[in-house]
């Protein structure tokens, strides 16, 4: 038996425009992706002249069957090698990163689960194939890259640098799935009352910290009045942010919720503010 232990990095969506449906169904997006330093842990083995998946699950409680990304990952990557029926990978999951969270958790899961697949069995795949046909977040975790500006459905993908950051997440304590949240925008994108600004992807020069200045990243995110309008948790922690920073915003489709700092001693102190306001209040920084 073979084996290797692994790390898979959250995600925050540094601000999300919605540019509108595609003609395959899935909605154009424009982000900013940066790695934090949560994280899942996972450990991959795999065995020979056996066949199966194993799936075992600690921390956040996280599905061990066939609903599991990571799963979904190992089953697409044994057959696609044309292994399955040879070889059995076992894989320990310990689950740290909400789901769903906005924080690309499974996806990055998944993403983790095909590299070591790769590595440990050493066969060359096509893994950005396998990774668009299992979700849209995993072809940026697939680059192993701190940051990237994102198109398309979030899969064309441009690494870009930007300053470092501490941050603090904030669970809001909403179950907020994410074909509803993109339901909502579908049916109340176009009456908006509180439509966010357009944000300027496009720039590819992204700057520093500038005392007095802004984090040099518009963090606007569209699902962000909607769901504000429908989710008490959801209010409660932009207010409660906004309080603290011009610095924050909602990742992805939420429920968590996150505000930049330019130190740790900084966000420490929002930290203390928001603990016991809320399910859970974690103190992180950029990768």
């Known amino acids: 038996m073979q084996t290797l232990a692994v790390e898979a990095p959250a995600k925050l969506n540094l601000g999300l425009e919605i540019a509108g449906v595609r003609s395959d169904g899935f909605h ?27 799936l075992r699950c600690s921390g956040i409680p996280s599905p061990e069957g066939k609903s599991n990304l990571v799963w979904m990952a190992a089953e697409a990557f044994l057959e696609a090698a044309g292994i399955s029926k040879n070889t059995a990978a076992t894989i320990s999951l310990h689950k740290n ?55 398309g459905r979030g899969d ?5 640098k930007l300053p470092g950051f501490h941050c603090v997440l904030v669970h809001s304590g909403d179950n907020i799935p994410t074909p509803f949240a993109y339901k ?31 984090f040099p990243v518009k963090l606007d995110n569209q699902f962000l009045p909607l769901l504000r309008r429908r989710y008490r948790g959801i209010d409660h922690a932009a207010e409660e ?47």
């Open 156 to 160: 064309i993908l441009k690494p870009v």
């Open 28 to 54: 154009e997006l424009r982000s900013i992706f940066s790695t934090v330093s949560l994280s899942d842990s996972l450990t991959v083995s795999i065995e020979y002249g056996v066949s199966g998946i194993n």
């Open 241 to 287: 942010l906004s309080r603290l920073t011009v610095n924050w915003g909602l990742s992805g489709s939420g429920p968590v919720l996150y505000a930049l700092f330019r130190s740790g001693e900084e966000a420490k102190n929002a930290k203390e503010h928001l603990a016991g306001k809320f399910p859970w209040v974690l103190r992180c920084q950029s990768r």
């Open 97 to 151: 990163i909400p789901s769903p969270g906005g924080l690309g958790g499974g996806s990055s899961d998944a993403a983790a689960v095909l590299l070591t697949l790769g590595k440990l069995t050493t066969i060359k795949l096509d893994l950005a194939s396998l990774a668009e046909r299992l979700g849209s977040d995993i072809p940026f975790f697939l680059l192993q890259t701190e940051t990237a500006y994102a198109t």
């Open 184 to 214: 909502l925008w579908d049916d109340n994108a176009g009456g908006l009352t509180e439509a966010c600004p357009r944000s300027n992807y496009t720039a590819r020069k992204f700057g520093a910290w500038h005392e007095g200045k802004p």
